[in-house]
């Protein structure tokens, strides 16, 4: 693969010190691109500037390239602003892997859900509403169908899940700020219980992983025991997995799966900012490395086409 002369590539990080944002930034050196890694944070929008927007490393210019991988928390005006930042770099032509929407598509579950319904990819059936009382006339309906689980609209890692299996389970609107995400619970054998990680990379599987759990919540950082997946699972959960990438616009994504009971495969959640520090630990491939190595087949194939020649088009078409 040939590197497009002087590549700059931002990585977005909001611990620049930190082993994922090493690790990516490691690959992308090793092959012949230039990187700064900063925290979304550290960005300005500024309109006096070339570009209108000052970045760590660049001062007015702008990146070749910018990798996400993590946006921290912070007021609704911060990340509002933050996304906002990854929204004009877009606009300014510079790839953002993954994209300012496909983020926002991720981390409001309720999209998630949305979107991957919306593209026939198989996901339980999901209802988010505001208000107690309107979560209680769901629940009293789909629990006579399912047991469901109250998700966090914007959690991650398994924090903040809770099993409902009674009307008056449904927690005080001040606990949700008052959105209440219900997902029927996929019905699976256990204990042990188990569900599966794909990690996808523009548009191929790099690596997956079953996690094995005592409870039914089975997230590596909750207590989950990443295994390899047996060989006969794999085909379906790397079809379904790119399908839900695509979905929802991620060039990059962990793509959370389990299968039920009667052997059925279902999305849970597509993660635009995994991290995979327990996936490595079964996974022969280098997954920081394969991140860099699609970023950068992206930028050289996207330069091969700019500079292919244009067929003349005939007179009067």
């Not at 990340?79 to 983020?103: D, F, Q």
């Not at 020649?309 to 078409?317: I, K, T, V």
């Amino acid at each position: 693969m040939i590197v497009p002369a002087a590549c700059r590539v931002l990585v977005v990080n909001e611990n620049p010190e930190g082993p994922p944002a090493r690790s990516l930034a490691t690959s992308l050196c090793a092959r012949g691109a230039v990187v700064e890694t900063a925290p979304l944070s550290a960005v300005e929008f500024d309109t006096a500037s070339a570009s209108g927007l000052v970045i760590p490393g660049f001062g007015e210019a702008l990146p070749d390239a910018v990798l996400v991988r993590s946006i921290s928390a912070g007021s609704f005006e911060a990340v509002t602003r933050r996304l906002g930042v990854l929204h004009a770099l877009g606009g300014l032509g510079v790839p953002v892997w993954n994209p300012a929407a496909a983020i926002e598509r991720c981390v409001d579950k309720s999209t998630t859900s949305f979107v991957l319904d919306r593209a026939g990819v198989p996901t339980p059936p999901t209802f988010a509403v505001e208000g107690l009382v309107a979560a209680q006339a769901i629940a009293e309906r789909e629990l006579r169908r399912a047991r469901l689980v109250l998700k966090p609209l914007f959690g991650a890692q398994g924090r903040g899940i809770v099993m409902i299996d009674a009307v008056s389970e449904l927690p005080p609107e001040e606990e949700v700020g008052g959105v209440y995400y219900l997902q029927h619970y996929v019905a699976r054998p256990g204990p042990p219980f188990r569900d599966f990680r794909v990690f996808v990379c523009a548009g191929k599987v790099v690596a997956m992983m079953s996690r094995r759990g005592a409870a039914w919540i089975t997230n590596v950082s909750q207590g989950g025991v990443p295994e390899p997946v047996d060989v006969t699972e794999r085909a379906l959960l790397e079809r379904l997995a790119v399908a839900a990438a695509k979905a929802v616009g991620a060039r990059f994504a962990g793509v959370d799966l389990v299968r039920a009971q009667d052997g059925a495969v279902f999305v849970l959640e597509v993660n635009s900012m995994p991290a995979w520090s327990g996936l490595q630990t079964v996974s022969e491939t280098n997954i920081a490395d394969a991140i860099a190595a699609g970023l950068l087949a992206f930028l050289a194939k996207r330069d091969e086409a700019a500079r292919a020649p244009r067929l003349a088009m005939p007179a009067g078409s």
